[in-house]
């Protein structure tokens, strides 16, 4: 390896170690700890790897380590995680988040019933090229006052860089000049206008002498509207937008009810304090809000936050997200409404991807075995036929099964196939079996395609000479299939049958589609219906029922089904894993 | 040395958010076009760039609610008022100050259904509710129904194996939510001052049992055939093979195009019983803007100064001809015209103006799957009509 590669190598590990720094930083300062302790694991991973000679055999293996951790692992950690909270429709902030949002949003902001209001002109200092910059001077002014207010310095940004909270004070002027931290203000007026005293004509601010800022932008002055652009997108949205101006008690922002065209009188409503609750012989400090107006503690329940109205009654402001232990879970076992269909529909999940298994299967074994027949002629052209449906997105062909054979009263097999034997018109989707048998007859149609293909392979790899010698010892057609045929050929697709089966557990797009997992359920008191599965069945509870979203509950169900299927899986590998015996 | 470390990271990202000067908009395609011409104005008058995405309606709230969270999406929405409650609740939407908007120019039921636990979230631009559709090759304009009866008897004259007489999706609580209303169901009991009474549901009184059979008549007297649902409706009138149906102003540009002959009788003109007439659920779609967006002060500007104005909804109207919120547009509809025949804009408007607006709190969730389950086997007589509706009560009792 010559020097240059070499070079290049550790330029390459200099990169992705920083990158891989910086990226772990920005992950701790967002607060989303998982994904960054994951990250950090894989860094201190990689380096071992690269640096370590002992480590050696492991470098080949880090990308694809790489994509464990982010797509498998931090997933699975988050879903575990999500399950113990109460993540959902209005606990969606943490509770940090959730103060923050009290604190400096401008929803929570009071304005008194007469707010005294001013208008506002904005002052740029050019640079040498003639364009403005970010220094700025701010006067406000009503009927007789006007303040001045310098760039303000304090700035406060959140975690994602955005402005929080700026702070500046107000100075009243008074005969166009004024001192503030040892340098001199003065108003600039064309000579024709010197001596006026009102706010009209200031065409700059000078300060000291040197320094000067020119008039640049007034929301209420039409001659200023070129400058627009850029107050807007810079002052306006760098400094001004939560600009917070103090005037001795009074507090300034721009008003939301002029939209934002004039500053005026307004207050935070909620504040922190710190509250210190003995615990025993220990102390704890705690963050409570306090709102200012009515000086009362807010109420802190359900994980949410709650104040007082006018009639002393609880009102709900913001939610947050929190832990909740096990509730999630209990809730399966205690809730009526959950736990009232749970075993008819796991019944009929299983019954479900089971029939679809079986069904998939021998209909697709019995279509590789007729291709696999020595005399048949034109198979490429029955192969292509047959593979259709899976060619066919399953959101179009079901949809079409739906609306095109299953309808009751314009679909074909009611209309056409059923009308013409004179056979009354089955209720596909409206009755509880027959809609069961509409989803089995669809879910067939759509696997068996995947099921002749992976067949028809694995009839290719049982030799031919087996047949052979069953022929000579008089074996008939039927004894060949049972003892020859299907245990070797179990061998090579018992594990993706298990496979198939674990799909249609989840199968949630065939059921959505094409019953909504309908008809209801009769004199349940959940919105359960006879077809719907587990996973329909609680997509319906997580996210269509009672508030909104529920990715709490949702989570702790996906856990049951990942732990079903899991066993299920385990004792089927078993179940599997004694056909390889036969090839032995 | 750390906390420096930090500060350049925050600064950095600071420095990045610098040049994204941009107020997104996620709107339906059907606004897109002038949603952007509107926006190159705003964007000349104050430096601001406006992208306007287009996002398919159904996918607007599901996608903005997850993006929304994360702090991100964009700073206006455009959407439904009953999507209100949720949105509000999970601190997303930003309240419009009133003192900022031409209150009186609005019509009053879009501005209730945009308000939510007293405040305002969103600006509504257009108010729907379905109305009655008839083709004048079947039925003339003086045959009009003023009563179920008489539509009965109407229907029945065209029903044949071809034709249907009258059809509507009798499986989706919100097409028939007028025939409930007309008999003195409600779903939750409203009042001006305290708002809607979560714990008094009046889907399964007297009314709503009326309202029951009288669903379940329309397929027992083979008015309708079992299997109906709203594409098979939708097209069998644009194909002329339905006398009369109920649908809503949207529906109202297709079969325009489809050369349809057409008019429109509002529901409120139809008696269920003497002296009883339909309401129908309103609708109203209106902008709304994202709480954790950092343009909020923009996005108020773009949607009251530009998008609300008479202008403006004037211009979604022309773009998606429903009925437009503010009452000075009929008067730009009057002198300019617009792409719908005056007499339906009327008639869709007298169906709203008595209609029931859909409650926006978030515990209209979980009314839609049980009623709509409800519906289903009350047409399909799995059940009657009585059992059907006390079990969709109890379901929605117990969801909340």
Do not use: C
Request: no cysteine; proline share 4%; charged share 20%.
């Amino acid at each position: 390896m010559n020097k240059f590669t070499t070079f290049l190598i550790w330029i390459f590990i200099g990169v992705m170690n920083a990158l891989l720094v910086w990226a772990i930083l920005l992950l701790f300062i967002l607060a989303n700890y998982g994904l960054g302790i994951v990250i950090s694991i894989f860094l201190v991973l990689t380096d071992w790897a690269i640096f370590s000679k002992k480590a050696y055999p492991y470098r080949y293996t880090l990308p694809a380590l790489f994509f464990l951790f982010i797509l498998t692992i931090y997933p699975i950690y988050y879903t575990i995680d999500t399950s113990f909270t109460n993540y959902g429709t209005g606990h969606l902030f943490t509770r940090t988040n959730a103060i923050d949002t009290l604190l400096t949003d401008p929803t929570y902001y009071f304005e008194p019933e007469n707010p005294k209001t001013y208008d506002f002109k904005v002052f740029v200092r050019y640079d040498e090229q003639y364009k403005p910059t970010e220094d700025f001077l701010l006067l406000l002014y009503d009927e007789k006052n006007m303040y001045l207010s310098e760039k303000p310095e304090t700035l406060e940004y959140d975690s994602r860089g955005n402005l929080i909270y700026a702070e500046s004070e107000l100075f009243p002027i008074e005969r166009d000049q004024i001192t503030v931290n040892n340098a001199t203000y003065k108003i600039i007026r064309p000579t024709e206008s010197l001596g006026t005293n009102g706010n009209d004509s200031i065409i700059a601010i000078e300060k000291d002498g040197e320094i000067r800022y020119t008039y640049f932008y007034s929301p209420v002055d039409p001659l200023t509207s070129t400058n627009s652009a850029f107050y807007n997108s810079v002052l306006r949205q760098n400094y001004l937008k939560s600009l917070n101006l103090v005037l001795q008690d009074q507090n300034f922002r721009l008003s939301s009810s002029t939209i934002f065209r004039k500053f005026s009188e307004a207050y935070r409503v909620y504040d922190t304090s710190v509250k210190v609750i003995v615990d025993g012989e220990r102390e704890i400090y705690k963050t409570v809000v306090v709102n200012t107006l009515t000086n009362k503690e807010l109420v802190e329940r359900d994980s949410a936050f709650w104040d007082y109205n006018e009639n002393g009654e609880l009102y709900r402001l913001i939610g947050y997200k929190d832990y909740i232990g096990g509730e999630n879970f209990a809730k399966i076992i205690t809730d009526p409404r959950i736990s009232g269909p749970f075993f008819k529909i796991f019944g009929w999940t299983f019954a479900y991807a089971g029939l679809s298994v079986l069904l998939t299967f021998v209909v697709g074994l019995a279509f590789a075995l007729l291709l696999n027949d020595v005399n048949l002629k034109g198979k490429v052209v029955y192969r292509t036929l047959l593979i259709i449906p899976w060619a066919i997105p399953a959101f179009i062909s079901v949809l079409v099964w739906r609306n095109g054979f299953f309808n009751e009263t314009y679909g074909i097999i009611n209309r056409f196939i059923l009308g013409n034997l004179g056979i009354n018109p089955v209720k596909w989707l409206n009755d509880p079996f027959w809609a069961k048998v509409a989803i089995l007859i669809t879910n067939t149609w759509l696997g068996f395609p995947y099921m002749m293909t992976i067949n028809l392979g694995a009839l290719q790899s049982i030799p031919g000479e087996l047949y052979e010698a069953a022929v000579i010892d008089g074996a008939t057609r039927w004894k060949q299939f049972r003892q020859i045929t299907l245990p070797l050929l179990m061998v090579a697709v018992a594990p993706l049958l298990v496979m198939s089966f674990a799909f249609n557990f989840n199968n949630f797009t065939l059921i959505y589609l094409l019953t909504g997992g309908g008809p209801a359920m009769a004199g349940t008191n959940t919105p359960a219906g006879s077809t719907d599965i587990l996973i329909s069945y609680v997509y319906k509870l997580a996210f269509e029922g009672s508030q909104g979203q529920d990715f709490g509950f949702a989570s702790a169900i996906s856990m049951i089904i990942f732990a079903i299927i899991a066993v299920f899986s385990y004792f089927n590998f078993r179940f599997s894993g004694s056909f390889e015996e036969v090839s032995r | 040395m750390k906390k420096g470390l930090i500060l350049t990271l925050v600064m950095l990202v600071g420095v990045l958010s610098l040049f994204s000067q941009t107020l997104t908009v996620w709107s339906s395609e059907k606004q897109v076009d002038f949603m952007k011409r509107i926006g190159q104005q705003f964007t000349r008058d104050t430096g601001i760039n406006v992208d306007v995405q287009m996002v398919t309606f159904g996918d607007i709230k599901s996608k903005f609610l997850t993006a929304a969270q994360a702090g991100e999406g964009p700073d206006i929405i455009v959407g439904a008022h009953d999507w209100v409650g949720e949105l509000a609740l999970n601190g997303l939407l930003e309240p419009i100050p009133i003192s900022a908007i031409e209150l009186n120019k609005f019509a009053p039921s879009g501005i209730q259904a945009f308000t939510y636990e007293g405040k305002l979230y969103g600006l509504p631009y257009a108010i729907e509710a379905v109305g009655l559709f008839y083709n004048r090759d079947y039925v003339s304009d003086e045959e009009v129904p003023t009563s179920i009866d008489e539509l009965k008897a109407l229907a029945k004259e065209f029903t044949t194996d071809e034709t249907v007489g009258f059809a509507v999706t009798a499986n989706d609580f919100y097409h028939v939510y007028g025939f409930f209303t007309g008999y003195g169901a409600y779903v939750f009991d409203y009042d001006s001052r305290t708002g809607y009474d979560i714990s008094d549901i009046g889907m399964n009184n007297e009314g709503a049992i009326k309202a029951g059979y009288l669903l379940r008549s329309f397929f027992e007297e083979g008015i309708m055939p079992q299997g109906m649902n709203y594409n098979i409706m939708d097209s069998m009138f644009m194909d002329g093979l339905a006398a009369m149906i109920i649908n809503g102003p949207w529906a109202v540009k297709a079969y325009l195009d489809a050369g349809v002959d057409f008019g429109v009788v509002p529901l409120t003109s139809i008696e269920v019983e003497p002296g009883k007439t339909m309401k129908p659920f309103v609708g109203v779609q209106g902008l709304m803007i994202n709480s954790r967006s950092q343009n909020k002060a923009f996005a108020m500007e773009f949607i009251i100064n530009y998008l609300a104005t008479a202008e403006g909804i004037y211009q979604f109207y022309i773009a998606d001809p429903r009925l437009p919120s503010r009452i000075d547009v009929s008067q730009i509809i009057e002198e300019q015209g617009g792409p719908v025949p005056a007499e339906i804009v009327a008639a869709f408007t007298e169906s709203a103006a008595g209609g029931e607006p859909m409650p926006n709190i978030p515990a209209m969730q979980s009314v839609w799957q049980p009623m709509n389950d409800a519906l289903n086997n009350i047409i399909n007589g799995t059940q009657t009509p009585e059992d059907a509706l006390n079990d969709a009560v109890s379901k929605i009792k117990a969801a909340l």
